[in-house]
């Protein structure tokens, strides 16, 4: 071979190696952008996933808490009792603020809509407030605050119907998040279009004296300053607290385990979002771990469910195992609501055969396989505590006689239920109906006072209470 010849082949030589590595970083390149490309549309969809959750949790919540507006606004017109009546307006208030907490988390477009429907809230809030404290100072309402209260509950009737309506096409999946932005808004809407001459009703009641008001209400400040008693004092870090959540879903690995940080009120969690395997599309449980005494609070796990297999019975068997193997042997079911094919079942603390209300666990069971998807021990955690019950000072018998005459009791229990300024009663729970209605009559065991009366609402879905 020439010189010449030498070079050229050399040269044929560099020219291949240098293609070849060109193609290898390009191929490089596009794997890496491939690869963020993967990771970021995960990164994207767990997030989704985690903000549905947080939505349908405030979108249900507030559904709830309008309900009981308006429940409490009809009782509060039947209601003949003054200081049950300050007791009623108390809670409408406590519920509208709750309701226009949860309003202003969804994601619905900031319009005239809305800010009407908030608007009412506030107003129905702020006029049943000024009622209580004129009923507490011994001034009974005027036929003209009747006649607006009644125009109110039937604004609450008309908003409930709506959310109602929204919240079916949520649950059964005919309704997706981006959707409601525009179609909620519609419907808000519909239900403001009154709503603007409520604005002088609360005015007439005066509710500009509301900022001045001592009131020993739910969200009064030394409530807001109690903290959970349920709870050891241990700290613990985050990586003790990702420890127990495993611990808990009974999971020894995960595909991914997302860090979603510090939250909280009263009851500081670590929350971490979990995909315990990636083939197993849009399955991510979100779960909150206390930093105090290191409790499983919450947790969600949001995997789609699919037609019931099993009944209400067989669920509460379910969560009632659950309960056990996760330290709560005391614990009884109360209240329960299909929805979603999921059934949510209340078990509260048993104490020497009293109920405990306030110590409550809210499990979530999936009606196709029977498996725990939600799980709330908040009030738990924030109320439990060693109990020193006394003997009840009046009989059976003398609380009976204070209850009304019409009413047919089925059953009586002992009970310690929550009060509105935070504190307990020890009650006779007199369990029967009325005129085809099913209640709840609470008189106090030490006193002989009436603490509260529940309406019952039972139907093919679940056994509520308002």
């Not at 924030?382 to 059953?411: C, G, W, Y």
């Amino acid at each position: 071979m020439s010189i010449l010849g030498g070079y050229k082949e050399l040269r044929e030589r560099l020219k291949s190696v240098r293609l070849w590595s060109i193609m290898a970083v390009t191929l490089g390149i596009l794997v890496i952008v491939a690869l963020w490309g993967v990771n970021q549309y995960r990164g994207k969809a767990n997030y989704h996933n985690y903000l549905t959750n947080m939505w349908h949790r405030a979108f249900f919540d507030m559904v709830g808490y309008v309900q009981n507006i308006q429940s409490l606004l009809s009782k509060a017109e039947v209601s003949g009792d003054d200081r049950q009546r300050a007791v009623l307006y108390t809670e409408v208030w406590r519920n509208a603020f709750a309701a226009q907490e949860n309003l202003s988390q969804l994601p619905i477009e900031n319009n005239v809509a809305l800010e009407k429907t908030a608007k009412y809230l506030t107003q129905v809030g702020d006029l049943s407030f000024s009622l209580s404290k004129q009923l507490m100072s011994g001034k009974k309402e005027t036929l003209l605050q009747k006649k607006q209260l009644k125009k109110l509950r039937a604004y609450a009737d008309k908003l409930s119907n709506s959310l109602n309506e929204l919240a079916i096409e949520i649950s059964q999946g005919r309704l997706r998040w981006g959707e409601v932005r525009v179609v909620g808004t519609s419907r808000l809407k519909r239900v403001s279009q009154n709503v603007t001459s409520s604005r002088m009703l609360a005015v007439e009641a005066g509710f500009k004296d509301y900022p001045t008001l001592i009131y020993d209400g739910p969200f009064s400040d030394h409530i807001s300053r109690q903290i959970p008693k349920g709870l050891p004092e241990k700290l613990v870090t985050k990586e003790q607290a990702k420890k127990i959540a495993f611990e808990f879903l009974n999971l020894k690995r995960a595909d991914v385990v997302n860090y979603l940080g510090l939250s909280g009120d009263r009851i500081k969690v670590y929350t971490f979002e979990i995909i315990p395997d990636r083939k197993i599309r849009y399955r991510t449980i979100t779960i909150a771990i206390s930093k105090k005494g290191g409790k499983v609070i919450w947790m969600i796990d949001n995997r789609a469910t699919s037609s019931p297999k099993i009944g209400v019975a067989k669920a509460k068997e379910n969560a009632k195992k659950f309960l056990i193997a996760k330290g709560f042997p005391n614990m009884i079911d109360t209240f329960y609501l299909k929805q979603d094919n999921t059934a949510l079942i209340n078990y509260i603390f048993l104490q020497n055969g009293i109920k405990i209300y306030p110590d409550m666990v809210k499990i979530r069971v999936a009606l196709d396989t029977g498996q725990i998807v939600g799980f709330d021990a908040t009030p738990y955690y924030m109320s439990h505590t060693s109990r020193n019950i006394p003997k009840p000072a009046i009989s059976e018998r003398q609380a009976r006689n204070l209850i009304s005459k019409n009413f047919d009791v089925q059953s009586v229990s002992l009970a310690i239920i929550p009060l509105d300024s935070g504190k307990e009663a020890f009650t006779y729970e007199f369990l029967g109906k009325y005129d085809d209605k099913y209640f709840a009559d609470y008189i106090n065991a030490i006193t002989g006072k009436e603490e509260n009366i529940l309406e019952i609402i039972k139907d093919p879905n679940g056994i509520l209470s308002m």
